[in-house]
């Protein structure tokens, strides 16, 4: 049997643990919304180099308005909304956990593949979803009678303020969401809240994209010669749209000279380069073409293991202390999402 479609996603996945690590610490130099425009600007030029040398245009060729309009949908909402939720994520709760909330990925794609693309959404694909709340559900919450169990044990959460190149240190605050009981949300809500947009965003944004490169497909013809970039294109489009977005953002909360004093910082550039070529170049692009060869939920499935895979460099770069119930609420989630695969 052919897995290439699967192992597509597996090399997404550490693609995408080695992006969120450059992209945490770019973050904390020159916050997420710098971050996420210029990491953008480095993904257009790196795409469209390439997409210069195998079809002679930077800009997608063939692409018709029906593909443009699902891919700029799929770029606001995975790009804009997504990422800009999940990269200030990074910094309220670390990337580790915003990963482990991604896991809500596949779930939502899954949905989104049903009501959009008449995808199946079986039985299991239900019981995936309750493993994976289960898995997150037993990494995020504590108990505590006072919450004095309820300490990030990440350390001191890195807070964007008003001005990004001096970001506030935060704190490690006593005041936690009580969920029910005894059991209380060990971080701060705000951060999970974030990290749940950006599963959303991923989720329907995937699906949003693998709408759009059927339409591609069928503007180009089944023999154009163009076919086989057709991820890369798709994902050029998704960029396009996103830089729009995020300078419209920039200049209407007035936060243009934050962002040029973004520019000026070496480390965070640097940081933000790295993370560019393995988020929105290599990863989001084999993403696209993951899709074209397996189900979305298969592919969403592997490339969700990152909060498994994202463990290792925490506990041997960072000295990280983790616990034994975190990992296992990785492991369940990400075995939540398997059943996707499995059922």
Not at 233 to 256: D, K, P
Not at 260 to 282: C, E, Y
Request: hydrophobic share 50%; charged share 10%; glycine share 12%.
């Amino acid at each position: 049997m052919n897995y290439f479609g699967e192992l597509i996603s597996l090399t997404v996945a550490l693609s995408w643990t080695m992006s969120a690590l450059f992209f945490e610490y770019a973050g904390k130099k020159i916050g997420s919304l710098s971050v996420n425009l210029i990491r953008l600007l480095f993904a257009f030029v790196m795409l469209g180099g390439m997409l210069y040398i195998f079809t002679g245009s930077m800009l997608p060729v063939g692409a018709d308005g029906d593909t443009w309009m699902w891919m700029s949908l799929s770029g606001l909402v995975g790009f804009v909304f997504g990422d800009l939720c999940l990269f200030y994520s990074y910094l309220v709760i670390t990337a580790r956990f915003s990963q482990l909330l991604m896991t809500l990925a596949p779930p939502f794609a899954a949905l989104f593949g049903w009501m959009l693309l008449g995808e199946r959404l079986s039985a299991g694909g239900f019981l995936g979803m309750a493993v994976t709340l289960t898995g997150i559900a037993i990494s995020v919450l504590k108990r505590g009678s006072n919450g004095e169990q309820a300490v990030i044990k990440e350390g001191v959460a890195q807070i964007e303020s008003e001005s990004v190149q001096k970001q506030s240190a935060g704190e490690k605050s006593g005041k936690h969401t009580r969920i029910v009981g005894n059991l209380h949300l060990h971080l701060p809500l705000k951060g999970v809240l974030l990290g749940v947009g950006g599963a959303l965003g991923q989720g329907l944004g995937i699906v949003l994209s693998k709408q759009g490169m059927i339409s591609y497909h069928e503007a180009i013809g089944a023999d154009s010669p163009i076919g086989s970039f057709v991820p890369f294109a798709a994902t050029q489009m998704r960029i396009i749209t996103g830089v729009v977005g995020f300078v419209l953002i920039i200049l209407l909360s007035g936060r243009l000279e934050v962002f040029k004093g973004a520019l000026k910082n070496r480390k965070g550039m640097i940081a933000t380069f790295f993370g560019s070529i393995f988020g929105p170049f290599v990863g989001v692009s084999l993403s696209l073409m993951a899709v074209q060869y397996t189900n979305t939920a298969i592919a969403s499935t592997i490339m969700a293991t990152t909060p498994i895979i994202i463990i290792v460099p925490y506990i041997l770069l960072y000295k990280k202390r983790i616990s034994a119930i975190e990992i296992l609420g990785a492991i369940l989630s990400v075995a939540g999402v398997s059943l996707f695969f499995l059922l």
